[in-house]
C-alpha cells in the first residue's frame, strides 16, 4: 500500500471526489508518540480528512484542522500542505475512555479551519467548523454544507496500519444526470471500513462505480513532512519576549523546545538568545531581579 490521493469526476453525473490512503505517513506520526485507540481513530480521520479537503483548492500554502478539546482530548491537529505532505499530533489528559468523539472533546470545545498562506504577509483564513454531528466526518459535511454550500459525502477509517478517507461533492447543476448525486452517495455508503483501508484506489472506485463513467485526474504522492525550524522556534522565542527567556536561561542555562509533530529539539544557549534578540537578555533578567 502506498500514500496516495486520487482525484476524480463523474462524466455524466453532478459529482467529484478524491479518495485518499494513508500507511508510512500515518506509520510515521504514530512511531513518535503512543496514541491511546481513541485519540489514534480520530488523528487518523482527521489527517485523512485534510488530504481530502485540500484536494480541490487551489491554494499555496496548509490547510490545518484543529480540534481544542475540554474533555479528554485537549488537542489534536492535521495538517496538509499544498505539496501534499502531512503532520498531525495530538494531546489529552489521563485514561481515555472508549466514549463517542463529542464526550471525548468535551462540550465546549472548538473546531477550526484554518487556511494559512505560504506567501510572506497573505492573510490567513478561519472557520469554525459547528459541533454537529457525532464524527468527524459528520461535523466537516455540515460545514461544507452550511459555509461552502456544497452538499458533501465525507468517509473516513483509520488503524494503527492506515487511514484513509473518501469525499464525494455535488456540482452545480448543468454537469449531468441530476439523479446521479443520489446514486453516488448511496453507492458509498456500502464502503466497508477494511475496504477504505485496504484497497487501492482504482479497486476501490472500480467496485463502487464500475457502472458509472469516471475520469480520473493524475494520481498525488502524499509524504509526511514536518515544516518546523530553527527560524520558526527562534521567530516563537521572540513572542515569548526577551524577559522571559532570559529569565529560563537564567535558572536553567539554555532554552530547549521540542516540536510535538515530529519530536526534532532545538537548543537555545545564552549566545544563541542574545543573537536572537540582539542585546545581551540574561544580563537584562538578572539586572531586573535586583
Not at 468523539?101 to 479551519?113: D, K, P, S, Y
Given at each position: 500500500m502506498t500514500d496516495i490521493l486520487q482525484r476524480f469526476v463523474f462524466e455524466e453525473a453532478p459529482v467529484r471526489g478524491a479518495v485518499v490512503s494513508l500507511s508510512d505517513a500515518w506509520r510515521h506520526v504514530l512511531d513518535r508518540r503512543a496514541y491511546p485507540d481513541a485519540i489514534r481513530s480520530v488523528l487518523g480521520e482527521m489527517m485523512a480528512a485534510s488530504v481530502l479537503m485540500a484536494a480541490n483548492l487551489k491554494f499555496d500554502g496548509s490547510l490545518i484542522l484543529q480540534i481544542h478539546g475540554t474533555g479528554a482530548l485537549r488537542l489534536a491537529v492535521a495538517e496538509c500542505n499544498h505539496d501534499r505532505t502531512v503532520r498531525a499530533t495530538a494531546k489529552w489528559d489521563?485514561?481515555?475512555?472508549?466514549?463517542?468523539?463529542?464526550?471525548?472533546?468535551?462540550?465546549?470545545?472548538?473546531?477550526?479551519?484554518?487556511?494559512?498562506?505560504?506567501?510572506?504577509?497573505?492573510q490567513t483564513w478561519q472557520g469554525i467548523v459547528a459541533l454537529d454531528g457525532d464524527t468527524v466526518a459528520a461535523m466537516l459535511e455540515n460545514y461544507m454544507l452550511r459555509s461552502e454550500q456544497l452538499e458533501t459525502r465525507l468517509i473516513l477509517s483509520s488503524s494503527d496500519a492506515a487511514a484513509g478517507g473518501m469525499l464525494l461533492q455535488r456540482l452545480p447543476d448543468g454537469h449531468g444526470d441530476p439523479d446521479g448525486w443520489p446514486r453516488a452517495k448511496a453507492l458509498a455508503s456500502t464502503l466497508a471500513s477494511d475496504e477504505l483501508l485496504e484497497l487501492d484506489a482504482a479497486t476501490l472506485l472500480h467496485r463502487l462505480f464500475h457502472e458509472e463513467t469516471l475520469r480520473l485526474f493524475d494520481e498525488e504522492t502524499v509524504a509526511f513532512a514536518c515544516t518546523c525550524s530553527r527560524e520558526r522556534v527562534g521567530d516563537m522565542l521572540k513572542m515569548l519576549g526577551g524577559q522571559e527567556v532570559g529569565e529560563v536561561l537564567l535558572e536553567q542555562g539554555?532554552?530547549?523546545i521540542a516540536c510535538d509533530f515530529c519530536h526534532q529539539r532545538y537548543v537555545f544557549d545564552e549566545d544563541d538568545a542574545n543573537e536572537l534578540f540582539e542585546f545581551d537578555i540574561v544580563a537584562a533578567a538578572r539586572e531586573s531581579r535586583h
Open positions: 489521563g485514561d481515555i475512555p472508549d466514549v463517542p468523539l463529542r464526550e471525548l472533546i468535551g462540550e465546549n470545545a472548538r473546531f477550526v479551519l484554518t487556511l494559512e498562506p505560504r506567501i510572506e504577509k497573505a539554555s532554552v530547549e
